[in-house]
């Protein structure tokens, strides 16, 4: 995307760290197979790299035993958030029945928030800002022609709900996932969250955007 990387290369890394979970979550609608409960990229092998959704829980309720620093988590807890990534993921790809265009907008719009930690100038913000009303008037322009345009309005207004309920969900859901086992999950996964745990830039000094581009 041509404006994210005309950003200077501190506030993708700001926008990336800071959204992150929030990214993966809602790509998480697009990878869930509803019929077999499972998640699975386009460029997976079913047989090989598929992740149940047992599995998915299982994960999330043990430490990665390579990690001797991991805390044990709290069973009550991890199994309370992986049900609330679940209720986010059905009600948007199965009750709002959002397309891949529709989660693709949510993602660049979520991406665009102008208010992530450490991005601090003013003339940053407000290039993230509009860049963040750029992709919400497409998204509403792109819903306005899929239905009736009192249908869309209301719609349009439940889909950006859904990334009011994700940034509630963000913090203790990061959780969830940096506490799986490394070797349970897919590479993309992996991707986000060395991203997530990382303080420094990569060695090559670049961002790591595959989870905003992967499907854009």
Do not use: H, W
């Given at each position: 995307?041509?404006?994210?990387?005309?950003?200077?290369?501190?506030?993708?890394?700001?926008?990336?760290?800071?959204?992150?979970?929030?990214?993966?979550?809602?790509?998480?609608?697009l990878?869930?197979?509803?019929?077999?409960?499972?998640?699975?990229?386009?460029?997976?092998?079913?047989?090989?790299?598929?992740?149940?959704?047992?599995?998915?829980?299982n994960?999330?309720?043990k430490?990665?035993?390579?990690?001797?620093?991991s805390?044990?988590?709290?069973?009550?807890l991890?199994?309370?958030?992986?049900?609330?990534?679940?209720?986010?993921i059905?009600?948007?790809?199965?009750?709002?029945?959002?397309?891949?265009?529709?989660?693709?907008?949510?993602?660049?719009?979520?991406?665009?928030?102008?208010?992530?930690?450490?991005?601090?100038?003013?003339?940053?913000?407000d290039?993230?800002?509009?860049?963040?009303?750029?992709?919400?008037?497409?998204?509403?322009?792109?819903?306005?022609?899929?239905?009736?345009?009192?249908?869309?309005?209301?719609?349009?207004a439940?889909?950006?709900?859904?990334?009011?309920?994700?940034?509630?969900?963000?913090?203790?859901?990061?959780?969830?996932?940096?506490?799986?086992?490394?070797?349970?999950?897919q590479?993309?996964?992996?991707?986000?969250?060395?991203?997530?745990?990382?303080?420094?830039?990569?060695?090559?000094?670049?961002?790591?955007?595959?989870?905003?581009?992967?499907?854009?």
């Amino acid at each position: 995307m041509k404006s994210f990387k005309a950003l200077p290369q501190s506030a993708q890394i700001c926008l990336l760290k800071g959204g992150s979970i929030e990214l993966l979550i809602i790509r998480s609608v697009l990878t869930f197979d509803r019929e077999r409960e499972r998640f699975l990229e386009q460029t997976d092998n079913p047989q090989t790299s598929a992740i149940t959704l047992a599995q998915f829980k299982n994960a999330a309720m043990k430490p990665d035993s390579s990690d001797i620093s991991s805390t044990p988590p709290n069973p009550k807890l991890q199994s309370s958030l992986v049900d609330d990534i679940m209720k986010f993921i059905r009600v948007l790809g199965l009750e709002l029945k959002a397309d891949e265009t529709m989660l693709i907008f949510l993602l660049l719009i979520s991406l665009f928030s102008p208010d992530r930690p450490n991005l601090d100038q003013k003339d940053l913000k407000d290039a993230v800002a509009q860049e963040q009303e750029r992709y919400s008037a497409l998204l509403k322009r792109y819903v306005e022609s899929k239905m009736p345009r009192n249908k869309a309005r209301i719609y349009y207004a439940k889909l950006l709900m859904k990334l009011t309920d994700i940034r509630n969900l963000n913090e203790e859901s990061s959780q969830v996932f940096l506490n799986m086992n490394a070797e349970t999950i897919q590479p993309l996964m992996k991707e986000v969250l060395d991203l997530q745990n990382s303080k420094e830039l990569p060695a090559d000094g670049s961002p790591q955007p595959a989870v905003v581009t992967a499907k854009s």
